[in-house]
């Protein structure tokens, strides 16, 4: 499989070039230049588990790793759960929660971070290659990538955090990792901060060269790749075609579940939840794109107004015409909106936008029905459900992205409960190791230079 950009200027790149690229060098974001046909293949896939449908699907995205090697990163990235098929399946009455958390750091990003971790450990291995990862976090995606790479010898990761404005929980899962090549930095600013410090080192491309950096956002488009593995195996288990609820930020997540049905898995609806930062629900309802203000909530890693991952959805719906899709892109830009005309013609996707109290709702309606704890991200997906059902026929499948003991206080809150885990409990007492800069550009990069 070859990959190519959504902007048009690049193309013909092999998966482990893509897989270090990240970010296309035209600024776009990679796809690959066909979409893998897997109807031929369904009935016999129906018994897999979880891994073994993953050994069928990701060779099908990967041609230039062997494949007994790309078996065994595949199988020694889903060791590391504690689930015996690695995602749960959770029956409530009429509605499945399909449990992505049972990965080292109790979020569904580990699912495509553990793999991503192998990935990079493999080919920069064989290339005799280091690779400096840079990242910002405003919580999950810290810990996850992390625990993707701890302990390796051809990867030192670095992660800005902002100062006193992410979980202690959060915080600690990454400060009390002891692996030397891991680099926690807390920063005296925003989220916003440390991602503008993160983008504008990104865009200083000697910098970049000389210190041999790299990203694990989820734009990068392994991650999207490992993510169609849990649409796949949950669409095999039902007996009609499933539908989705799906609690979004960045679109990475919803992506993958788009591509699952592109290569023709059983899925027949996709309800993309939001929380009070509406903006892709707002353009599923109307066609319009627009900016509006962050606002803090109770689901915090979807607290974002520009979803990064939506221009590959967009680019499709374009027909992969990348002319249309650049001026989509620039008129959002520059005026902070744009529009396709009128809602999507495509009745895969509908979107609810979830407030506070019908979050707080849904949490405390699963414990008292089920006795089923909801973290408040999984939560806003299970509410758009209850509020949608006459639209989402069965069978639904609820994605849960969070371990309610991530997020103790909206749990406290919303059930009376306190949530815990024996991961997160152990964490207490360990010894913590974090840098401490102001948000500035030269901080960061004396601070990588002085360890690189
Ligand atoms: C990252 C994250 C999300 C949002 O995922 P996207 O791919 O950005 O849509 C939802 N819930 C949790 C717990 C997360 O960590």
Known sequence: MKYKSTRGQVSGIGFTEALLMGLASDSGLLVPESIPDVRPHLQAWRKLGFVELA????????DDIE?????????ESYATFDHPDVV???????????????????????????LLGKLFEHVLGER??????????SGDTGSAAIAGVRGQKNVDIFILYPHGRISPLQELQMTTVADDNVHCISVDGSF????????????????KAKYDLGA??????????????????????????????VPTGNFGNVFAAYLAHQMGFPIANLLL???????????????????????QTLSPAMDIQVASNFERFLYYYFDQDSTRLCEFMSEFNTTGKASIGGPPTDDLFTAVAVGREETLAAMAEAKDNYDYILDPHTAVGYAAIKVQVGGLSAPRICIATAHPAKFPDAVI????????????????????????????????????????
């Open 55 to 62: 050994q069928k699907i990701l060779p099908m995205f990967i």
């Open 67 to 75: 494949p007994d090697v790309l078996h065994r990163l595949i199988q």
């Open 88 to 114: 749960g399946w959770k029956q409530l009455d009429d509605m499945v929660v399909l449990e992505l958390f049972h990965g080292p750091t109790l979020a569904f990003k580990d699912v495509a971070l553990q």
């Open 128 to 137: 005799g290659q280091k690779l400096n990862i840079l990242g910002a976090t």
């Open 192 to 207: 916003d901060d440390c991602q503008s410090l993160m983008k504008t080192i990104f865009a200083d491309a000697d910098f």
């Open 216 to 245: 694990v956002n989820s734009v990068n488009w392994a991650r999207v790749m490992a993510q169609i593995v849990y649409y796949a195996y949950a669409s095999l288990r039902t007996d009609q075609a499933a539908n989705f609820a």
């Open 273 to 295: 939840a939001t929380n009070e930062n509406d903006i892709l629900a707002r353009f599923f309802q109307s066609g319009e794109y627009s900016r509006g203000e962050v606002h």
């Open 413 to 452: 809150e919303a059930t009376g409960i306190t949530p815990t885990h024996p991961s997160l409990e152990a964490l207490s007492g360990l010894p913590v190791r974090k840098g401490h800069i102001d948000a500035n550009i030269e901080a960061v990069k004396e601070y990588l230079a002085a360890r690189v």
